[in-house]
């Protein structure tokens, strides 16, 4: 039997609109969207709503997302409404926050008592690949839940972290439910989902967003976590943005501090700076700002690899592993350093990344290990 309420909810999503920016002023006024379905066209509600989001109010009717509603059923995707016990609490008292959100996997991680946002740039350097490795794998070993956006870089990072360790994460998408962007993410999604792992999103299966779903959805993944993380992020970026947020929402903000060169680690670095953000070397921090004790840790160091063997490489190989540096760089400067080109340039790296010389990073990225 199709649930009345459900479609009400599902109804007040779609007249609202992407960021349901007066959702906490409408049912603040009506109590419900049945109630403010009944009072549609007989009560002035310019003040309220937009012209727009009168419009659907009036061609809309709860009735036309049945089909909606048992889509998602036959899909398994839950659709948590603000007024159910599982929509995370976090967010229900968020002036903005979704009417509706669309959940696969385990849906206990989203009401965890724990939960640390983790960001970062999708085209991290190696450190901030291994800082989101080492903080996050504290984190997780504490038992925190993880939330990130399921992006390429750092926001994976996080999600691996919490995997390896058998710890919650939430993945907050920036499309439709049924999309993983980007699409080398869904192993990841599906081993989040089978074990302790929730993703959410609040666009429905089948609907077409654009670049501004992923700014929506930092709204979402700060509101979520109690603190947040900046590992690695420009001055300007959606990084930046989800800080935004966190400021917004009351949520404390810790930076990864940085290289005062790269550019990467510009907005980490001016957090610290201008006094927004404390610094996080390690997750003891973090952790002691949620009231739990860390474990004593080893000093934090970079992944110990095993020396090269004396090994016959190629000519190509060798070629590349003098182009090589301890900063990452892509493919094709590589390629053009080693004179090689990008068939060759990958087949060098391959058998150097195998041999213990050379170490990948994020986004194709490689330096000496």
């Known amino acids: 039997m199709t649930d009345r309420r459900q479609l009400e909810w599902l109804w007040l999503s779609a007249v609202l609109g992407p960021g349901a920016a007066h959702c906490g002023r409408v049912l603040a006024l009506y109590g419900t969207p049945g109630e403010l379905y009944e009072a549609v066209g007989k009560e002035d509600m310019s003040g309220l709503l937009t012209p727009a989001q009168l419009r659907r109010a009036e061609q809309l009717t709860p009735e036309q997302f049945a089909p909606l509603l048992a889509r998602c059923h036959h899909m398994g995707v839950r659709v948590l409404c603000q007024d159910e016990e599982d929509y995370p609490a976090r967010l229900t008292a968020l002036s903005d926050a979704p009417p509706v959100l669309y959940c696969t996997g385990d849906v206990s991680a989203l009401s965890q008592p724990a939960a640390v946002a983790m960001i970062g740039s999708r085209r991290p350097s190696s450190y901030g690949v291994e800082a989101a490795a080492l903080i996050g794998g504290q984190l997780a070993q504490a038992g925190i839940c993880l939330v990130s956006g399921l992006a390429d870089g750092l926001d994976s990072e996080a999600h691996k972290a919490a995997v390896a360790a058998g710890a919650p994460t939430v993945g907050v998408l920036g499309t439709a439910i049924d999309k993983t962007y980007p699409v080398t993410n869904r192993r990841l999604r599906s081993e989040m989902e089978q074990g302790c792992g929730a993703v959410i999103s609040e666009f429905a299966?089948?609907?077409?967003?654009?670049?501004?779903?992923?700014?929506?959805?930092?709204?979402?993944?700060?509101?979520?976590?109690?603190?947040?993380?900046?590992?690695?992020?420009?001055?300007?970026?959606?990084?930046?943005?989800?800080?935004?947020?966190?400021?917004?929402?009351?949520?404390?903000?810790?930076?990864?501090?940085?290289?005062?060169?790269?550019?990467?680690?510009?907005?980490?670095?001016?957090?610290?700076?201008?006094?927004?953000?404390?610094?996080?070397?390690?997750?003891?921090?973090?952790?002691?700002?949620?009231?739990?004790?860390?474990?004593?840790?080893?000093?934090?160091?970079?992944?110990?690899?095993?020396?090269?063997?004396?090994?016959?490489?190629?000519?190509?190989?060798?070629?590349?592993?003098?182009?090589?540096?301890?900063?990452?760089?892509?493919?094709?400067?590589?390629?053009?350093?080693?004179?090689?080109?990008?068939?060759?340039?990958?087949?060098?790296?391959?058998?150097?990344?195998?041999?213990?010389?050379?170490?990948?990073?994020?986004?194709?990225?490689?330096?000496?290990?």
């Open 205 to 369: 299966p089948g609907e077409a967003t654009g670049a501004g779903g992923f700014l929506q959805r930092n709204r979402i993944i700060a509101a979520l976590a109690d603190a947040v993380c900046v590992v690695e992020a420009r001055q300007k970026s959606g990084t930046m943005n989800t800080v935004g947020h966190a400021k917004r929402y009351g949520r404390t903000v810790f930076a990864v501090p940085g290289a005062i060169f790269s550019p990467l680690c510009g907005g980490t670095n001016q957090l610290l700076e201008e006094g927004q953000a404390y610094a996080a070397p390690s997750a003891a921090p973090i952790l002691r700002h949620l009231g739990i004790e860390p474990a004593p840790q080893k000093p934090a160091s970079r992944r110990a690899r095993p020396a090269a063997p004396n090994l016959n490489l190629s000519a190509e190989a060798k070629a590349m592993q003098k182009a090589l540096t301890s900063q990452a760089q892509g493919l094709e400067p590589l390629a053009k350093a080693a004179g090689l080109s990008a068939g060759q340039a990958l087949a060098a790296l391959m058998e150097l990344e195998v041999s213990g010389i050379a170490v990948s990073g994020a986004g194709g990225q490689y330096r000496r290990a």
